[in-house]
């Protein structure tokens, strides 16, 4: 039990509500935490909701009854979101970013924690209302992403990998088509990875036609699992649509015309934000 002046309870509480996303946590927990009485955890509690709500950090939902008490849900405004992906947009859109073959280079954008933690908000908030049981990715530069998103969502990460590790046990492995290059490649998820019938957003760092989130839904067929939602941080519009393999997915950017001679591109917001659709919702 902590004995503290209001100012520090309300820091505290506003950490560790913070630190445990998507947690119910009974009133009575706070209560013994710091020695106060219920009324005024609530009164605590209000504050700390309004201040969430106002900044736009989260929510902050009470459940009320003897099982009750309160939930912090991360949230991101799509203002605020808006203004840091037009800010990515521009750097992206460097001509020494450019790569041989039309890629170009994320790897420095996918190594900055902070940004990450902010990408992963925003997955998070978008997919904040939907029933998952984990994120998964494919290695490798889809992994800051999913591990961003999963510590919003208070979920697991699943790991899909290129090749098998004998370290991880048996596993399951298929063969899919790169819907760009019509070539074939092989993935593979331990079998003790995923529970049957898990409910599994699937986040990625990088989509041209769709051929590996594709892959790794049809991975997730081998486990009985569902696609509870499909996130992409960058996405290739410069693809005809008879030849793009997924089209339920959300974007936060997407890539227009490259010209490889002048090394000119085009990066804008990505399609979460042609929608009239608020953060949160069921439906992405």
Do not use: W
């Amino acid at each position: 039990m902590k004995k503290l002046k209001r100012s520090a309870r309300l820091v505290e509480m506003t950490q560790y509500l913070m630190s445990k996303p998507h947690t119910l946590i009974p009133l009575t927990t706070f209560a013994e935490r710091y020695g106060a009485a219920k009324s005024s955890i609530s009164e605590d509690l209000g504050i700390i909701k309004e201040v969430c709500e106002s900044e736009g950090t989260g929510e902050l939902l009470t459940l009320a009854g003897a099982a009750g008490g309160v939930k912090f849900i991360p949230k991101c405004s799509k203002e605020k979101a808006l203004e840091l992906i037009e800010g990515l947009c521009n750097e992206l859109q460097q001509p020494d970013r450019m790569l041989p073959g039309g890629y170009y280079y994320l790897t420095d954008i996918l190594g900055q924690p902070g940004l990450m933690n902010e990408i992963g908000r925003m997955f998070a908030s978008v997919f904040a209302n939907h029933e998952i049981d984990c994120v998964m990715t494919v290695e490798t530069k889809g992994i800051p992403i999913a591990y961003a998103t999963a510590a919003h969502l208070n979920l697991p990460v699943v790991l899909v990998r290129r090749d098998h590790v004998v370290t991880e046990g048996s596993a399951v492995s298929i063969n899919y088509v790169s819907g760009s290059q019509k070539s074939i490649h092989t993935m593979t998820l331990a079998r003790r990875a995923l529970k049957e019938r898990s409910r599994v957003l699937v986040v990625d760092d990088f989509m041209r036609a769709g051929g590996t989130i594709n892959g790794m839904i049809d991975l997730l067929k081998e486990f009985n699992a569902t696609v509870a939602g499909v996130g992409v941080l960058v996405e290739s519009k410069d693809v005809a649509s008879d030849e793009r393999l997924l089209h339920d997915y959300v974007s936060l950017m997407r890539v227009g015309t490259i010209d490889t001679r002048t090394r000119q591109m085009s990066v804008k917001p990505g399609n979460l934000f042609d929608k009239n659709m608020e953060f949160g919702t069921e439906e992405a």
